[in-house]
């Protein structure tokens, strides 16, 4: 299980993403892929955590910061 922390969302409580899907995560983030939704400004990641269909929300600078460090490699050894 992976604990995924947004500081600016629900607080900074982690969500629980499965393995799996942080993994395609990350790659789909390094290959310049994935693109989160938009709502009233702020992304929208529709990851399913652990079957529940849940998702995070994030501003759009702190998701370029996220996928600046996915390709600079700082989660390749996670």
Known sequence: ????????????????VAPERWARLLADAKAGVYTPDTVNGRL??????FGDHRS????PENWAV??????????DAV
């Not at 995070?56 to 501003?59: A, Q, R, V």
């Open 1 to 16: 299980m992976v604990l995924l922390r947004e500081t600016d969302y629900m607080n900074g409580l982690p969500i629980y």
């Open 44 to 49: 929208v990641l529709g990851l399913n955590f």
């Open 56 to 59: 995070i929300e994030t501003t």
């Open 66 to 75: 996220f996928v600046k460090g996915v390709q600079a490699g700082i989660f």
